[in-house]
């Protein structure tokens, strides 16, 4: 569909016209309607990054705009959004601004002298919606960013350079902590040699809260370049910044291999190390020791492949490989601070006609579950049971709706 915009009254288009004129919406406060839906007012908010309008919906309103729109966004309850929606992410539908609340620290008092031991992500905090684990706020962080939605034009397009302007982009919009987002995060700048040392002053800027104090904490998001043990420790390099090495003590190392045992595995099976069949993304709280290196503390990893899109199975790298060859326009599902046993929609297919289809993944020689059961009876999309070998569906026709499972 055309992407069309209601601004002062007029229909418009995307396009240098709609720039101007939501220079001047954005001045005067003017309302911005997408017109996706000719019976239904979807209003849009407008912010102003990089020197550019972007047009965002409201929180919550997603699933409300047409399937092919790009502002469509899957139902909360497809995904682990409506499980921290509301508790640990908190729209402000004044404003658009959102408050995320962390269940990790971001600075060490009296009681957090020394880092501690890896990760938080325990089912206290992972299957509960209250705060977000440091899983769940990278997750929120590329759901906001939109890096989860893709579409066919997107095709060899989306670098590091885009990932990290989205990110930046949606972590303006957050508050944590009683501070900016954007303030607390450092997401490394694409590196270009003849620029390195401007680079290298940005960044210093962009790390003063850990160059202030010790006890201070940032959280970084980057691509994982190698893992070498360094002296009874082991070092993580990450892209773009390989003078700045991240350490975990021997201890950490250990229970970092085996938490993430998984995609450390997957990350591996795809090449590892940069090949151009996918990427491995870190997030991860850290401090500045006085020798100048720095601790990382909290930790999450997230296997996505080579257009970005997270993945956290083979069969779920091989739909996602299959829709994006396929040319079809989807939302990845993400599961925030749900466990693993917890089903979720894979993808959200939304060129499936009027309604959106959710694809959940499951060998149909195994019984479906009371939670599969439950996800599968939501309505406002078409339910697809799929597994691999097994073609997606091109329409809406065929498939059974809310409440039904598809057929095998």
């Not at 031991?117 to 209250?130: E, I, M, R």
């Not at 350079?161 to 694409?190: I, N």
């Not at 290298?200 to 043990?229: C, P, Q």
């Not at 085996?258 to 090449?271: C, N, S, V, Y």
Request: glycine share 10%; hydrophobic share 40%.
């Amino acid at each position: 569909m055309a992407q069309r915009y209601r601004i002062f009254g007029r229909s418009v288009s995307e396009g240098e016209e709609l720039q101007q004129l939501l220079a001047q919406a954005y001045a005067q406060k003017s309302p911005v309607i997408c017109e996706c839906r000719k019976t239904t007012d979807l209003p849009l908010y407008i912010s102003h990054r990089h020197n550019r309008y972007v047009l965002a919906r409201w929180p919550g309103s997603g699933a409300r705009h047409a399937t092919a729109c790009d502002h469509y966004e899957a139902p909360d309850f497809l995904t682990g959004m409506g499980q921290v929606r509301g508790s640990a992410v908190i729209d402000d539908e004044t404003g658009g601004e959102t408050s995320l609340k962390l269940g990790f620290p971001l600075s060490r008092g009296a009681a957090r002298l020394a880092p501690s031991a890896l990760t938080n992500d325990k089912p206290s905090v992972k299957t509960t919606g209250q705060k977000l684990s440091m899983r769940g706020l990278l997750h929120v962080l590329w759901d906001r960013a939109e890096l989860t939605h893709w579409h066919p034009k997107m095709a060899s397009k989306r670098s590091w350079f885009v990932v990290r302007r989205a990110l930046m982009e949606a972590a303006a919009t957050c508050r944590a902590k009683q501070e900016g987002l954007a303030d607390l995060l450092f997401v490394p700048e694409s590196f270009r040699l003849e620029e390195k040392e401007d680079i290298r002053a940005r960044r210093r800027t962009g790390l003063a809260r850990v160059y202030r104090s010790r006890d201070e904490m940032m959280v970084v998001v980057g691509e994982v370049k190698e893992i070498v043990s360094a002296h009874g420790a082991e070092r993580i390099v990450l892209r773009h910044v390989g003078d700045m090495p991240f350490v975990m003590d021997p201890d950490m190392a250990r229970r970092f291999h085996t938490r993430f045992a998984g995609e450390l595995a997957l990350w591996q099976a795809q090449g590892g190390q940069g090949d151009g069949k996918g990427h491995l993304v870190l997030a991860g709280s850290f401090s500045r020791r006085r020798e100048g290196t720095f601790d990382l503390i909290e930790v999450a990893l997230m296997p996505v492949t080579p257009e970005w899109l997270p993945y956290e199975s083979s069969d779920e790298r091989y739909l996602i490989g299959k829709a994006v060859t396929e040319k079809r326009r989807f939302v990845k599902g993400l599961r925030v601070n749900l466990d693993t046993d917890t089903p979720i929609a894979s993808l959200v297919l939304k060129d499936t006609g009027e309604e959106a289809c959710a694809i959940h993944i499951h060998d149909r020689d195994n019984e479906v579950t009371g939670s599969l059961e439950a996800l599968l009876a939501g309505q406002g999309v078409v339910h697809r049971l799929w597994k691999e070998g097994e073609p997606l569906p091109g329409s809406a026709s065929g498939m059974r709706r809310g409440g039904a499972q598809a057929a095998a």
